[in-house]
């Protein structure tokens, strides 16, 4: 045995596999604890999120240093009344001016200020607090609101917005969500596990070992790497991490314990079923893992420090759900033996290794069978298909909007709405303008000048040191692309004033750069994800033709994928996606639905090397349709789970990966990719060689590469070509 070989098949040993579940035992006593700390090291500031060289960062680092506004949150309180405020709001609204003036960072609020139109006014709050402190700010937002929203007299209007509502309302949509997010995950993936195993005992295994061992241990490794080494981890990056490791862990099960159950017809000893299933489903599963792993690692280029950061903390989870479930999971299967099967257990049968897949596995053997008689018809059919539904992205509409983040409308967008329509559309989040000192009168001057900057919207000068801030309310909505035009003009105008060394910040220039820097994303990582995938796969494969094709399929694929997403996304109403979603989609999307190309073709190379191309491509497709078909759709599953959260963005992202994973599953891997490879031919594996050698010249009128081969079992089969 080699030494791959003898690795692979080390938690099936007799005494080892006892080592292996200790070793795992007390590494979840020790990682448990941490894993619930993983909240504790989370970053959500400003700077976690944008590119570092970006100008509204430049400019948040200058107001932490200069004017101290690291540590607030600005908030709005708004008041409105259809057919305008009474005598009795006002005199709540100067009573609630003086009450909340202990939530603000020194105490000091500005002046009530008053709608023309006199149906609303608003109390701006600078409160006290951190990004990084997003459940004590929550907390304090909530203590807010039970004082203003107080002996409100009946039909006065009272809600908190601006970014401290916002905090809050994602922290009561989010408050119970891992809870439920789990649970709608382990009853999709235990459902599936149920119905594929028909074993009301054997989907508890790898679902044991995926939560138990992969979720936890994962959380704490990222927790440790992130307190100890520096890792950057954010709200979305560790939401992201457990459905990752779920998903991909499940997916490694499906392979391994498919393998294992034929491997028990064949062999009487399950020690010795086990080490042979390892031994051949451990490179497959070693290469999914390793392809996951390095495009995540890609992340590492980008720009955005959200994006940046979700490349380790994801390449940890996936390497840590490769250890267990290659290691604590045969382990397990090995100990607890085949009554786990039961009521299918698997026995011992010699005569079992002479069954012929194509035959003998149901409807993936009349599938395979389908495939091998028409191949052309079928790859064309797929293409077209494939492409068709490509044209559903010209549909997708890009620029998610603030008041378009929630499934539902929490009180701060009802809050922005109020503003909107009595105010300025953009006074709840201003544009700030640091320039020296000495120039402040003139870039005030110069910013109050540019279009869409709204009449009176520049505030009173703000001076400290050789710092002036200058606020500008926009007469357009802070997430509306005229807002983002806006920006753009200010900073040219400020930019070419002599000596003012002018910074523009706030909510809209961090949209402004946030987007540039996902474009520059798209541009750089999809094609280096691209190069890395290709690289894998004529390691795997040993081959330059083959890669290439199913590269050209992967990409196919995700067009496809993302075009039908953007159908669906229209069908349920939320049409208009953030600019980052075809990044992360492509990324999961290649990244993990490479795995059923890849556990299909190492199956393929190795039956190809024993009885041909033609036969050993069939057999592939027979064998590994099943267990494939049902990885795919746990990891559908899985991804489908995050559509629970009520937060657009995270739904995209859930119900892209699922399309996705779907189409190449069902579609991709089981007819695209062996259609190409059976119309190809033995040129598929080129420039190496695989498989018998041509008996002989081809046939009249038939092309080389279906020339018969030397084979027995694919004379057997030549008729069904």
Known sequence: ??????????????????????????????????????????????????PGSAESTKAFKLAEQSFGEGDTIPTIIVYARDGGLTAADRTKLEADHARVAPYAKGGQLPPVIYAQDQAAAMISLPLAGSMDGEGEVAAKVEQLKDVVQANAPPGLQVKVTGAGGSIADFGEVFSGIDSTLLLVTFGAVALILIITYRSPLLWLVPLFTVFVGGAQVANAVVYLLAKYAGLVVNGQSAGILTVLVIGAGTDYALLLIARYREELRRHADRHEAMAIAMSRSWPAILASAGTVILGMLCLLVAEMNSTQSLGPVAAVGIGVAFLVMT???????????????????????????????????????????????????????????????????????????????FTSKPESVVGQELLAAHFAAGAAEPVQVYARAATAPEVA?????????????????????????????????????????TVGLIRDTVHAIPGADALVGGTTAFTVD???????????????ILV??????????????????????????????????????????YPRVDKGLPLFGFLFLVALGIDYTIFLMTRAREEVARVGHRQGVLRALAVTGGVITSAGIVLAATFAGLGSLPVVFILHIGLLVAVGVLLDTLVV?????????????????SPGRLGPRPAGPPLPGQPDHAAPEV???????????
Do not use: C
């Not at 946030?514 to 280096?528: G, N």
């Not at 039908?564 to 069908?571: G, K, M, R, S, V």
């Open 514 to 528: 946030a987007d540039a820097a996902t474009a520059r994303d798209l541009r750089v990582v999809i094609p280096l």
């Open 327 to 405: 290691t604590l999971l045969p382990a397990l299967l090995v100990i607890l033996g085949r009554w786990l099967f039961w009521p299918f257990v698997p026995r011992f049968d010699a005569a079992h290794a002479e069954d012929d897949p194509v035959t003998d596995h149901g409807l993936w053997g009349r599938i395979s069978r389908f495939v091998g008689r028409h191949s052309r018809p079928v790859w064309i059919g797929t293409v077209v298909a494939l492409i068709a539904l490509t044209f559903g992205t010209l549909t997708m509409r890009t620029g998610l909007r603030q008041s378009e983040a």
């Open 445 to 485: 001057q110069a910013v109050a000048e540019v279009p869409g900057v709204a009449p009176g919207g520049v505030a009173q000068t703000v001076v400290s040191g050789d710092w002036a801030q200058i606020d500008a309310v926009l007469g357009d909505a802070a997430d509306s692309p005229q807002a983002r035009e």
């Open 532 to 573: 890395v995938v290709l690289l894998i796969l004529t390691v795997l494969l040993r081959a330059l033709v083959g890669p290439l094709v199913l590269l050209g399929s992967v990409v196919l694929s995700f067009g496809a994928a993302l075009g039908a997403a953007a159908l669906l996304f229209n069908a349920l109403g």
């Open 1 to 50: 045995m080699r030494v791959k070989e003898r690795i692979a098949a080390l938690p099936a040993g007799r005494r080892a596999k006892w080592l292996v579940v200790i070793f795992w035992v007390g590494l979840v006593v020790v990682a448990l604890p941490l894993a619930g700390r993983l909240g504790d090291v989370q970053q959500n500031s400003f700077e976690s999120w944008v």
């Open 711 to 721: 084979s027995d079992e694919e004379r057997k089969w030549a008729p069904i070509g």
């Open 669 to 685: 891997r089981s007819f695209l990719v062996p259609a190409l490879a059976l119309d190809i031919g033995r040129r598929f594996w």
